[in-house]
């Protein structure tokens, strides 16, 4: 890649006081030819390069089964709670009122057309999504 010679370029011409010491760590055969230089910036894709790729998609993955879990433990919380509010007495009570209620409607087409309006659609929860973790 074009990031060594850059690196070399910009910084080595700020560098030429330590020309001579370099020059000198040659010729005593303490450094090579090619690293008698002040700043040199050498880039390589290496196999933790990979490695952090496939650690970043099993989080995000990982982040979003948290997630789910969550969400559906929060949303049976708050179902619960809600049911846990009414005594029996109460649920019977509003059961019996609602069934009064759909059986004074007098057509029928009325009645179903109140029923589709009563119905909401269930979420995708966390057993739908990962059924087989569970």
């Not at 690196?7 to 560098?15: D, L």
């Not at 020059?23 to 990979?50: N, P, T």
């Not at 948290?66 to 049976?76: C, F, N, R, Y």
């Amino acid at each position: 890649w074009q990031v060594g010679g850059l690196s070399a370029m910009m910084v080595n011409e700020y560098c030429g006081s330590l020309d001579e010491t370099f020059s000198s760590l040659v010729y005593y055969g303490i450094i090579k030819r090619e690293d008698a230089q002040c700043f040199y910036a050498s880039s390589k894709v290496e196999a933790g390069a990979f490695v952090l790729m496939a650690a970043a998609v099993l989080l995000a993955l990982l982040g979003h089964f948290v997630t789910k879990a969550a969400a559906q433990k929060l949303h049976e919380q708050e179902r619960n709670a809600r049911r846990g509010r009414l005594s029996k007495a109460e649920n019977f009570m509003a059961d019996t009122v609602a069934s009064d209620e759909t059986n004074s409607t007098s057509s029928a087409s009325q009645h179903s057309t109140t029923t589709a309006e009563k119905i909401v659609p269930v979420p995708v929860q966390f057993v739908d999504s990962y059924r087989w973790f569970v």
